[in-house]
């Protein structure tokens, strides 16, 4: 296992998640980032590994780690929110960096049933409601001794 | 590892999905179907299990399986076509099964950088060009023994 944590040492977080989205915290594996949006609560998962694109890029246990931090994010953004429908993604065609989405969905919601990448650029709600967003899902993934 | 298998002969494959792909074959845990579209190579893994929606219902072990299978799909993609980027998405708004979506893109493509999903209605190519991709599929994936 020691060999899969040694690259994250040449890591570092591209400049427009870094711009785009505010830091949670770090689990095992990923750097998780909250988008400051309104309506949609959102998260994305950042491998702490360098040059990595594809899923299928990263090593047999940091791909099943991958897996476990998708299902606790997505058990958390369930949890806080009672969603009726989690959408997670990697696509990065625009940021190559692997990155995955977990958004929380509704079916009353605005873009039903499209998804949001594509669809919706992020809209900011009030800074105190994305600050105990933030607090919740530190709490939620359990990295409340990150803060 | 029994146990996880046996919710297998309670599944079957939700009739939008039969409907809307066609069959590749069967990997671990994953039904693959490839869908019928000329200008995004375009697959789906479904994982064979009952009542599961979202990734964070499978057990551990599938959910490690599965997260296999979509780096297997995805090599197969890129080895096959050449692509710039895989996207990589489970949502599910439409068909609660849980499905993966492996689509193939290109920086040249018509809708680069936009996701397909939500943006693009399959539109299907030539039947000898998409028998094709599925033997291709087939031999990538190792399923030859299952034509």
Redesign the interface.
């Known amino acids: 296992m020691e060999n899969d944590l040694r690259p994250e040492a040449d890591w570092s977080l591209h400049p427009q998640l870094e711009n785009d989205a505010a830091p949670v915290g770090d689990l095992a594996l990923c750097r998780v980032l909250g988008i400051d949006d309104a309506t949609y609560p959102w998260l994305i998962l950042v491998p702490r590994r360098a040059d990595i ?4 890029d ?1 090593s ?1 246990p940091d ?2 780690r ?3 931090e ?2 606790l994010a ?2 958390a953004l ?1 949890h806080m929110t009672g969603c009726d ?10 940021v ?1 960096q692997l990155h995955v989405h977990a958004v929380a ?1 509704w079916k009353s919601d605005p873009l ?4 949001v ?3 919706w650029a992020p809209n900011p709600g009030d800074a105190a409601g994305f600050a105990r967003f933030l607090a919740t899902v530190r709490r939620e993934l359990g990295l409340l001794a990150s803060l």
């Open positions: 694109v594809e899923i299928a990263l047999r791909a099943a991958l897996m476990d998708i299902a997505s058990r369930k429908k989690l959408n997670i993604a990697a696509i990065g065609n625009v190559p969905r039903w049933p499209k998804p990448w594509g669809h």
